[in-house]
C-alpha cells in the first residue's frame, strides 16, 4: 500500500467509509452484479488518483457499476469523501494491486470496460519493466473482457503512448476503433486538472481505444 501524505479529512473517510464502499481483497472469483445490487456494465477503473475523474463519470453515467483498484490511501480516502457528499451508489473500491484483483476476483468475460489513465510512466529506461501495460497484462485484461468490451487508455508521456499503442496493436483479440491508431478524447474522460495544467504546458495526451472482438 501506498501512504503518502493523507489529511485528516481523507484519512476520516477512510477509516468510515471504506467498509461501506469498499471490497476487501480475496482470492476467489466475486460476483459483479451481487457486489453493486444491480446489472452492468460493469467499468474496471485501474489507478484513479484523487479520484476527480471516477466521481464525474460515475455522477454522467449513472448507469454504470465502477469498480476502481487503487494502493494510494490518500486518493482512496478523497473518492470516498466524494461519493459521501456527491450520494454516488456506482462505486465499488479494492484497495489492492490491480493485477491480482484481475487475477483473481474478476471472472472471465464479465467486463464491458476498463480504464486506465495516466499510469506510473516508469520513465528510466531501466525501470520500464514496471510499466502496467505490457502483454502479459493486456492478454488476463483481454480474457476479463466480454466481446466488444472497451479498453481505454491515456498517458501524457510520448514514449509510453507509442509503447501502449505496440502493446494492444500486437494482441490479435483487440481491434483499434482508430484508423489513425490514436483517439479524440471520448466524451466520458472527463478533463482533470493535472491534464489541463500539463497542456497547457504543452505536453501532449494520448488516448487509446481498443474494442475485444
Known amino acids: 500500500m501506498r501512504s503518502g501524505h493523507i489529511t485528516l479529512s481523507q484519512r476520516a473517510a477512510r477509516d468510515r467509509l471504506l467498509s461501506k ?4 481483497f480475496q482470492k476467489e472469483p466475486i460476483d459483479l452484479q451481487e457486489v453493486f445490487g444491480r ?3 460493469f467499468v474496471l477503473e ?3 488518483g484523487m479520484g476527480e475523474t471516477t466521481a464525474v463519470m460515475a455522477s454522467e453515467h449513472l448507469d454504470w457499476n465502477i469498480l476502481a483498484i487503487d494502493v494510494y490511501r ?4 478523497a473518492l470516498l469523501g466524494k461519493i459521501d457528499k456527491l450520494g454516488l451508489g456506482n462505486i465499488r473500491i479494492v484497495e489492492w494491486d490491480a493485477v491480482d484483483v484481475l487475477e483473481y476476483m474478476i ?3 464479465t467486463l464491458d470496460a476498463v480504464h486506465i489513465y495516466f499510469p506510473d510512466p516508469w520513465p528510466k529506461k531501466r525501470h520500464h519493466k ?3 501495460i505490457q502483454p502479459p497484462f493486456i492478454e488476463l485484461l483481454i480474457s476479463r473482457l466480454r ?3 472497451i479498453v481505454h487508455l491515456a498517458t501524457d508521456w510520448p514514449e509510453y503512448a507509442q509503447q501502449m499503442l505496440e502493446v494492444c496493436s500486437a494482441a490479435p483479440a483487440l481491434l483499434n476503433t482508430s484508423a489513425d491508431g490514436f483517439s479524440p478524447r471520448p466524451s466520458w474522460r472527463p478533463l482533470t486538472k493535472f491534464e489541463s495544467r500539463g497542456m497547457r504546458l504543452g505536453h501532449p495526451v ?3 481505444i481498443f474494442q475485444k472482438r
Open 21 to 24: 464502499w469498499g471490497h476487501t
Open 39 to 41: 446489472q452492468g456494465p
Open 46 to 48: 485501474i489507478g484513479f
Open 74 to 77: 490518500p486518493g482512496i480516502g
Open 107 to 109: 471472472q472471465p468475460e
Open 130 to 132: 514496471r510499466r502496467l
Open 147 to 149: 466481446r466488444t468490451g
Open 206 to 208: 494520448a488516448d487509446l
